[in-house]
Structures are given as structure tokens and as C-alpha cells.
């Protein structure tokens, strides 16, 4: 839903703490569930200004513990990241 909820700098990427947690994941709203600090997992996707749309997925090479661990954590290597259709999906002007 944007604004400065779940901006980058939002302490809810590295706390535990939930947000709107009893909303439906179809609904456009900024929501942080309690999987997010505890569900293990290797694929990922992100989609901006809309719940199942303008998405990005992405693997990992290997299982994570949380996304909460991963937002907390320092800069990821991945050769495989789609750096162009992140950008994209940003809607950041190239040049």
C-alpha cells in the first residue's frame, strides 16, 4: 500500500513484530504475518503495488531460516537475481 510503514528503512523488516495480520493476503494493504519470522523457505516473491501483481520471484541456493533473518542480515549474493526485472518492477527510469 506504500508509504513509510514498510519503507526500506521500516524497523518491521528486522523486528518480530506483525502488522495487520488478520488481512487477507488478496487485499492491497501493508501487512507483515508471522511467517515472515519464522517460516523457512528458498523461493521468494515481492510484488509492488499489487498483491499478485508486478511480481518478481526468486530462488535461493539454499534454505533460509526466515525472511525476517534475511532482511536482517547483510547483502545477498545471487547470481541468479534478476536485477533488470527488479528494476522494473521498481519502475526505476534506466540511465
Same mark, same amino acid.
Given at each position: 500500500?506504500?508509504?513509510?510503514?514498510?519503507?526500506?528503512?521500516?524497523? @518491521?523488516?528486522?523486528? #518480530?513484530?506483525?502488522?495487520?495480520?488478520?488481512?487477507?493476503?488478496?487485499?492491497?494493504?501493508?501487512?507483515? @504475518?508471522?511467517?515472515?519470522? #519464522?517460516?523457512?523457505?528458498? $523461493? &521468494?516473491r515481492f510484488c509492488m503495488s499489487a498483491p499478485q501483481?508486478?511480481? =518478481? %520471484?526468486?530462488?535461493?541456493?539454499?534454505?533460509?531460516?526466515?525472511?525476517?533473518?534475511?532482511? #536482517?542480515?547483510g547483502p545477498v549474493d545471487s547470481d541468479s537475481l %534478476?536485477?533488470? $526485472? &527488479?528494476?522494473?518492477?521498481?519502475? =526505476?527510469? &534506466?540511465?
Amino acid at each position: 500500500a506504500g508509504g513509510p510503514t514498510l519503507g526500506f528503512n521500516s524497523p @518491521y523488516w528486522t523486528n #518480530s513484530e506483525t502488522l495487520n495480520e488478520q488481512s487477507p493476503t488478496t487485499e492491497t494493504t501493508n501487512a507483515k @504475518y508471522a511467517a515472515f519470522n #519464522s517460516a523457512p523457505f528458498r $523461493r &521468494i516473491r515481492f510484488c509492488m503495488s499489487a498483491p499478485q501483481g508486478n511480481c =518478481v %520471484d526468486h530462488e535461493f541456493p539454499t534454505e533460509l531460516a526466515s525472511a525476517r533473518e534475511l532482511f #536482517s542480515g547483510g547483502p545477498v549474493d545471487s547470481d541468479s537475481l %534478476d536485477q533488470a $526485472r &527488479i528494476l522494473q518492477a521498481l519502475a =526505476v527510469p &534506466i540511465g
